[in-house]
């Protein structure tokens, strides 16, 4: 078999068939269908309301789709689904009273393929605040821990729902370093996010989502020399880069 | 199900419940203060205390001192004489039935006043009667006394406050707590997890009887030093009875948790079922004499047959053997809380 034909018959890690999720009149997500390839780091953009945490969510079995299939390596997600998936949700509180070390003890306990803890520690920068309480750590500090916990089980597919929401500059840089060192080892990542710099950072692929649908995707580059050539005047664009692709796909419109 | 994950479950659970003061100091103290000070205010004593009325009296509050009112009823047990500056004071008391009867100071004929929808002013007021009666008035009757060890009033409520301390903590930290951490997504992340649902339920339900158990024979050595109380029965038969009924109570609150994100919704429909549980089980008193309807009800709550087996071992000597039928159906309810909160757990709505 020629090298070729053989990455031609790999399926992506994660495929998306027709996807549909409704909220009594609201469709949140409207037919959406996408393939993600593996070891890279796919984003999913879009403003608020967009749809983006609904078809995360779903893709990830937290909630169910109304209609459409999800497909992880080629098949319908099976029972073990878990075991292989690493998490990282938007709003998440974490157990109470419990260390740093001893919260991702608690999870490492829940899994059967699982990665060193002293390894997790000084990936997400924690070793300093492992003894720590959960509550007594800061916003950054939080943000490490959930991403450590997400890769307590070596997942071969990372969610991370807006990740660096509500960090400062440095924080967002650090957890940007790390989320680079974590592609590096090959694995693909999910990542949703509201800072478009973060998301041409990290991305090699993106989906701009907008009232439930895929609006444009595409590599950034791509994205930015397709929407980014001219401004609306006929002229070469003042800011060639994502977010001007993505004020001119969803608007300047206040969404909430 | 995986062992494993459940203990992982079950240790953090633990952990949060150790290292969280105030609910662990709560949790101790809470029954411990109710018991101590009930023993101090009550002694031997019951509730159904008489409190007189004595007017005019310089200084409001207990009277110690011999007032005109007739000395063979000044004499009697269990009636409180309290002082009261005036008529219009002492009218006003006992229209709020914080006194039983009113009675002026003075010579015969003695002039009192009752409130006719007090019971215990009816009886206080028969007390007051009788005590005018002429000695030889007993020669028509002839007294009996209950044989055997005395069961003071602190031996028949102590059973109650174990119990209730019990419901309140199996109800508010499995129900509470569960919806809590649905609100603030920790179950959701949970969910993200292989960990299943009866394994989290299961290391929830574990953590909550081996807390529950270990606080009450904290609470029960604490207060038996102070107070000494007799178990009639076996020790064994006790701690099984307890150990059936804290899982009955756990698995109650389980199905208050395996819906809803909402803490002010559970909280009042905790307050619901735990505050009739609470007076209706004879945490406090006897429901004997109750309407009948009462009693069916206080029949649905697992408390009501907890306290019954525990008191019957602790107070009548009863065996294992004895007390089956509450324990066949703390039995059975616990098996339908099961089912029930087990087909409704969602983790994250």
Known sequence: MKPDTAQKTVPPLLEVRRLVKTYKSLTAVDDVSFAIPRGICFGL???????????????????????????????????????????????????????VRETLQTFHKLYSRTEDIDVLLKTCNLLEIQKQYNDKISGGQRQRLLLALALVNRPELLFLDEPSTGLDPQARRNLWDIVLNIKSQGKTIILTTHYMREAQTLCDEVAIMDHGCIIARGTVPDLIGEYCSEDSNGGPCAEANLETVFIKLTGRQLRE | MRFKRLWAMFVARNLEFFRDRSAFGWNFLFPFLLIVGFAIVFGGKTFSEYKAGVFPVDSPGGIHHRVEVPESFQSMQYVEFVGVPSLEAGLRLLNQHKIHLLIQQGNPPFVYWINESSPKGYILEKMLIASLQPKDAGNLLNRQVVQGKEIRYIDWLFPGILGMNMMFSALWGVGYVVVRYRKNGVLKRLKATPLTAVEYLAAQMLSRIFLLMFTLIVV????????????????????????????????????????GVSEEFTSGVLNFISWPMMFLSEVW?????????????????????????????????????????????????????????????????
Request: charged share 15%; proline share 2%; glycine share 8%.
């Open chain 1, 45 to 99: 953009l879009g403003p608020n309301g967009a749809g983006k945490t609904t078809t995360v969510e779903m893709m990830e079995g937290i909630i169910s789709a109304d209609s459409g299939e999800v497909y992880y390596k080629g098949a319908l997600r099976a029972a073990d689904f878990n075991e292989e998936i690493g998490i990282q949700f938007q709003h998440t509180e974490l157990l109470s009273y419990l260390t």
């Open chain 2, 220 to 259: 029960w050595l604490g207060s038996d030093i102070l107070l000494s109380f007799d178990v009639a029965g076996s020790y064994f038969d006790l701690a099984v009875v307890f150990f059936v009924g804290c899982f009955s109570l756990t698995a109650m609150g389980l199905v208050l948790a395996s819906r």
């Open chain 2, 285 to 349: 008193f006897s429901t004997e004499g109750a309407p009948q309807w009462v009693k069916w009800i206080a029949e649905t709550f697992p408390l009501t047959h907890l306290l019954i087996a525990v008191r019957k071992i602790m107070n009548d000597g009863a065996s294992l053997s004895d007390v089956m039928p509450q324990i066949a159906i703390l039995s059975a309810m616990t098996a339908i809380f099961l089912i029930i909160g087990a087909s409704f757990f969602s983790w994250n709505e």
